[in-house]
């Protein structure tokens, strides 16, 4: 079974319309993330949690809104879609770590949710 | 000025082609750096480190030039399998990574 599952995998819906994109992760990581991938702009941040008390808002938080059900759990809410929010999106979790003096971070991917807005 | 820049391809090699891939960044406190790789509609999926004094893995080699900013993935021997895309990724000890828009390697028969 996969270590970070997303749903629904795609999704076509209308302008106006209130959508979930739902995470789980058996990692056990404290840490998760959901990105946006646009042709040329690669991904970008929409919102990411720390654990499950620490919410913050990422490049591109506007029109979005998140929650952090549990440790394993991270849902992306679009309230209203918008044709402009058309996209890939990842979710993400991490462990945090040092290599010699440095803090490093290894994120580990979800297959991606396409999402359509009409 | 984006915070990571790269080339965005396409870079199209025959097999066996050795091919380099370049990346700057522009916060000199990042501390980490990383190479992903992406295929087609798929997650990236971290494809290696790079640390101060280079490394290597199999027929893929990471620099990084901390001096000019500067990242390089250099792939030698190219398969077929390596036609991908590939992200460089930074990071800054705060809130998350930050990925580069990608370059794009498609290595021909």
């Known amino acids: 079974d996969a270590d970070v599952t997303q749903t629904p995998r795609n999704r076509i819906t209308k302008t106006g319309k209130r959508i979930m994109l739902e995470c789980s992760q058996t990692?056990?990581?404290?840490?998760m993330y959901w990105y946006r991938q646009d042709p040329g702009l690669g991904l970008r941040l929409i919102y990411y949690s720390f654990d499950v008390k620490d919410i913050n808002k990422g490049e591109i938080s506007d029109g979005y809104s998140v929650s952090r059900q549990a440790q394993a759990k991270f849902s992306l809410s679009l309230e209203s879609a918008i044709p402009n929010q058309t996209a890939l999106y990842f979710c993400?979790?991490?462990?945090?770590?040092?290599?010699?003096?440095?803090?490093?971070?290894?994120?580990?991917f979800g297959p991606g949710t396409r999402l359509t807005v009409l | 000025r984006k915070e990571v820049e790269q080339d965005p391809g396409p870079f199209n090699v025959p097999e066996g082609a050795t091919v380099a891939f370049n990346c700057t960044y522009s916060n000199s406190a990042s501390q980490s750096f990383f190479w992903y790789r992406q295929d087609c509609r798929k997650e990236p999926k971290l494809l290696m480190s790079?640390?101060?004094s280079g490394n290597e893995d199999g027929r893929f080699t990471a620099q990084l030039n901390r001096a000019s900013q500067y990242i390089s993935l250099l792939i030698r021997d190219s398969k077929l399998s390596d036609s991908a895309t590939y992200l460089c990724v930074v990071y800054t000890g705060r809130r998350a990574l930050t990925f580069g828009s990608g370059t794009r390697l498609q290595v021909q028969p």
């Open positions: 790079v640390y101060s």
């Open positions: 990692k056990g990581h404290d840490r």
């Open positions: 993400a979790t991490s462990t945090t770590g040092t290599s010699g003096t440095l803090r490093t971070d290894t994120q580990y």
